[in-house]
């Protein structure tokens, strides 16, 4: 159900994007019980004067040109504490990797209704038997 | 008022991408009632690593590399009835063209309030005299 | 704690980017009192083939190829009248610089909480004590 759109600068090896992926993933398996079959994500590379972030607005350490922005959107509300355990967690496994730092790492949750999906089919499979 | 998002891999031709964007927004006037000269989109194109889409959770048939995912912000709430009926319309008109498998359309819907819009000149038009 | 997406045709040189984001930054900080450092913003630069935009649909006068849409995510909510300002004033100054014409700027508000923001460190830092 969640789909995240993955946005930082050009120049990481496809290799790099992929453990990006599959440790955003991961965390949201782990923290928020999505299937792991459940994956879909889209990753947006741009140029260094398409990306503006700031450098330490609410970071510990500056930021460096790893930044990187998830925006996932999923199907159903999440706890506050949920929340927070997720946020700590999607730190640690980038971390792992492809070893992003930290203060590297910026997210935000939209949460949908379950009506709110097709996954396929022409049916809203979240709310209808399949 | 609905802004489309329309995410897919890279190499399709013009004609295909105006077909997605031409049968997809008929669906929008069809099942939401939408003007059809309220028509506004963005097409993202990606390679094959900067797009994950898992081939079978939820559909019917395993989906191929012509999945297409259609992130639509609407300004009004609709009834789960109405958008059903949109995803079967939806899927309905890109089989038809360009011809879209059932099973490689996904969408979702993110419902906006009426002042959340500003198509022009600094006016909000949904909740203004114009 | 905004994150905005501006989307717009391919083309423009890196100072009219930049332009595009410092006025819109501008008028956050201005009309819904952003701190002047929680800037984070992404630019995607289309193809024609890419962008569909109406041409008349709400507009004062038909919209040029300068289109340009903004899609900002905000953390917490404004009023009516604080959106109708703040529509104003991205028009204003949009016109100031680049020099983008009222009727090609189109925006849409979608309205986050708090507690959906990690700007960095795996903490939810809008409602954790840093």
């Known amino acids: 159900m969640p789909f995240t759109r993955i946005t930082l600068l050009r120049g990481k090896p496809p290799e790099y994007l992929k453990a990006l992926s599959d440790s955003f993933h991961r965390a949201l398996v782990e923290a928020f019980e999505v299937p792991p079959a459940d994956r879909f994500q889209s990753i947006h590379q741009l140029e260094p004067h398409e990306l503006i972030f700031d450098r330490t607005y609410f970071a510990s350490k500056p930021r460096s040109d790893d930044y990187v922005f998830f925006d996932v959107t999923i199907g159903k509300p999440r706890s506050t504490e949920v929340k927070k355990a997720f946020y700590r967690r999607v730190a640690e496994l980038l971390a792992d990797a492809p070893g992003v ?29 399949v």
Do not use: L, V
């Open 101 to 129: 730092r930290a203060e590297d790492t910026m997210i935000t949750i939209t949460t949908a209704t379950r009506e709110d999906w097709s996954f396929a089919d022409g049916r809203a499979q979240m709310i209808e038997q």
